[in-house]
């Protein structure tokens, strides 16, 4: 193993593309920078360093630079006599870049870069793992921040600073073809055309063209924030085909939508999508979205989610559990679609839009806030709260619904659907219509008022 170690201040200025510290290697290899680097040329690698096996860059101090581009770099791999060396594109100003075994940056201090559709640091390994660790303040004008990726392993971000990017995909762009971990603790900002602030995704762009290489089927992504995003597109995007997991417990201010979870497979049904939102999260276009073909998804909700938009709260064809906690602030629809889904909402808790389970036999608790709630097909059981809670009813709402806890002098039933009947059966009242009906258990009145409009 090769250890390379430079300190001190550099100034470099050339009319073409320029190197700083570090080269291409057959073993092992670290690199050491402790101190200052300015660099006024078209093209430019600040501290970086490609290897056959491991690469190790470690970064203390300061580095800006005027480049628009990185460089394509010769990879050091054995080819067969009169074979062409391969070359793959480094768009980082700090890099680190391994074919047979991992790829590590750790950086500590104050980075900017203007390189078209790159950023400042960038961690890249073919075989193995991709690990950055950065802290400080990075800044690119023109494209990403920071980049990990793992063509075949698992890819490793944990950020604390400020990060800015004013241009391409996202901020933080994690891509591990088998798992993707990102811990940030950061302030980030972005600009530009729609730039999310963490992209956490199991399929890896190997051209660094922006198409990516599909997902493994057991590919997993998990993302914690802590920090603040502040971004012009979503603010966490998370895409794998078995478990993603995001909790955050710091502030997201997305013009996009909040969090967006996908399973990117979209037709085997298995995967898993949980989020843990503890913070305050506002999403311009969508709060929590998740789409995809998931098996299951549970979202548990003890802070703030503001829609926009869009709603609030959205699922796609999963067996969704949604549990929004006392204290907690929801502006917007909650919006489950397909699945048997349990939505429970704690007494103190606000749900400032409507509660749409869609189809599938679902089960909603409601709290004391008092609630807005959208009856769907299925064999749906509904428990109302201790506030003033609406039950509506429109063309295409089949099933057989139960309703506990309905209260004549508080509660309101509207229905759209056409004629409805109304029977008293034993010390219930059972109300039908032409595609389903609705059973008030505990309830016998002839005399509900079934004539009222709906109520937004």
């Given at each position: 193993?090769?250890?390379?170690?430079?300190?001190?201040?550099?100034n470099?200025?050339?009319?073409?593309?320029?190197w700083?510290?570090?080269?291409?290697?057959?073993t092992?290899?670290?690199l050491?920078?402790?101190?200052?680097?300015t660099?006024?040329?078209?093209?430019?690698?600040?501290?970086?360093?490609?290897?056959?096996?491991?690469?190790?860059?470690?970064?203390?101090?300061?580095?800006?630079?005027?480049?628009?581009?990185?460089?394509?770099?010769?990879?050091?791999?054995?080819?067969?006599?009169?074979?062409?060396?391969?070359?793959?594109?480094?768009?980082?100003?700090?890099?680190?870049?391994?074919?047979?075994?991992?790829?590590?940056?750790?950086?500590?201090?104050?980075?900017?870069?203007?390189?078209?559709?790159?950023?400042?640091?960038?961690?890249?390994?073919?075989?193995?793992?991709?690990?950055?660790?950065?802290?400080?303040?990075?800044?690119?004008?023109?494209?990403f921040?920071?980049?990990?990726?793992?063509?075949?392993?698992?890819?490793?971000?944990?950020?604390?600073?400020?990060?800015?990017?004013?241009?391409?995909?996202?901020?933080?762009?994690?891509?591990?073809?088998?798992?993707?971990?990102?811990?940030?603790?950061?302030?980030?900002?972005?600009?530009?055309?729609?730039?999310?602030?963490?992209?956490?995704?199991?399929?890896?762009?190997?051209?660094?063209?922006?198409?990516?290489?599909?997902?493994?089927?057991n590919?997993?992504?998990?993302?914690?924030?802590?920090?603040?995003?502040?971004?012009?597109?979503?603010?966490?995007r998370?895409?794998?085909?078995?478990?993603?997991?995001?909790?955050?417990?710091?502030?997201?201010?997305?013009?996009?939508?909040?969090?967006?979870?996908?399973?990117?497979?979209?037709?085997?049904?298995?995967?898993?999508?949980?989020i843990?939102?503890?913070?305050?999260?506002?999403?311009?276009?969508?709060?929590?979205?998740?789409?995809?073909?998931?098996?299951?998804?549970?979202?548990?909700?003890?802070?703030?989610?503001?829609?926009?938009?869009?709603?609030?709260?959205?699922?796609?064809?999963?067996?969704?559990?949604?549990?929004?906690?006392?204290?907690?602030?929801?502006?917007?629809?909650?919006?489950t679609?397909?699945?048997?889904?349990?939505?429970?909402?704690?007494?103190?808790?606000?749900?400032?839009?409507?509660?749409?389970?869609?189809?599938?036999?679902?089960?909603?608790?409601?709290?004391?806030?008092?609630?807005?709630?959208?009856?769907?097909?299925?064999?749906?059981?509904?428990?109302?709260g201790?506030?003033?809670?609406?039950?509506?009813?429109?063309?295409?709402?089949?099933?057989?619904?139960?309703?506990?806890?309905?209260?004549?002098?508080?509660?309101?039933?509207?229905?759209?659907?056409?004629?409805?009947?109304i029977?008293?059966?034993?010390?219930?009242?059972?109300?039908?219509?032409?595609?389903?009906?609705?059973?008030?258990?505990g309830?016998?009145?002839?005399?509900?008022?079934?004539?009222?409009?709906?109520?937004?």
């Open positions: 193993m090769a250890t390379f170690s430079r300190a001190g201040v550099f470099y200025n050339a009319n073409s593309f320029l700083g510290f570090g080269g291409t290697y057959e092992a290899t670290t050491n920078f402790l101190g200052s680097m660099i006024d040329a078209p093209a430019a690698l600040a501290v970086a360093a490609v290897s056959l096996e491991s690469a190790t860059v470690n970064v203390t101090g300061t580095i800006s630079s005027t480049a628009r581009s990185g460089a394509i770099v010769t990879l050091p791999v054995p080819v067969p006599p009169g074979e062409p060396q391969p070359a793959g594109p480094v768009d980082e100003l700090i890099a680190a870049g391994a074919i047979l075994g991992d790829a590590r940056v750790t950086f500590a201090g104050s980075v900017r870069a203007q390189i078209e559709g790159g950023g400042t640091i960038g961690a890249f390994s073919a075989l193995a793992d991709a690990y950055v660790t950065a802290t400080g303040v990075m800044i690119s004008e023109r494209g921040a920071l980049r990990t990726q793992a063509a075949s392993g698992d890819a490793h971000s944990v950020t604390n600073g400020l990060i800015e990017a004013r241009g391409g995909e996202c901020a933080i762009m994690v891509e591990g073809r088998e798992n993707s971990f990102v811990t940030n603790r950061a302030a980030v900002l972005t600009g530009g055309d729609h730039v999310d602030g963490i992209l956490a995704t199991a399929r890896v762009d190997l051209t660094f063209s922006g198409d990516r290489v599909a997902a493994l089927a590919s997993n992504v998990t993302v914690t924030n802590s920090g603040a995003l502040c971004t012009s597109g979503d603010g966490i998370a895409e794998a085909q078995s478990t993603i997991e995001i909790r955050n417990t710091g502030r997201i201010d997305a013009d996009g939508i909040g969090i967006h979870v996908r399973d990117i497979d979209g037709s085997d049904g298995i995967g898993r999508a949980i843990h939102q503890k913070g305050l999260l506002e999403g311009a276009t969508g709060g929590t979205i998740v789409t995809g073909d998931f098996a299951t998804t549970t979202i548990d909700v003890s802070g703030v989610v503001k829609g926009g938009s869009g709603a609030a709260i959205s699922t796609d064809a999963s067996n969704d559990s949604i549990h929004v906690r006392s204290g907690s602030k929801i502006f917007g629809d909650i919006l679609g397909a699945g048997n889904d349990v939505i429970r909402i704690d007494n103190g808790a606000q749900v400032y839009g409507v509660i749409d389970t869609g189809s599938g036999n679902d089960t909603v608790f409601l709290g004391n806030a008092g609630y807005v709630v959208n009856g769907g097909a299925g064999d749906d059981i509904y428990y109302a201790s506030g003033r809670d609406v039950f509506r009813y429109s063309a295409g709402d089949g099933g057989h619904d139960l309703l506990f806890g309905f209260d004549l002098r508080r509660d309101v039933l509207a229905f759209d659907v056409g004629p409805v009947d029977h008293i059966t034993g010390r219930d009242t059972l109300i039908t219509w032409s595609e389903g009906s609705l059973r008030l258990v309830v016998a009145s002839p005399d509900l008022d079934l004539s009222g409009a709906w109520i937004a």
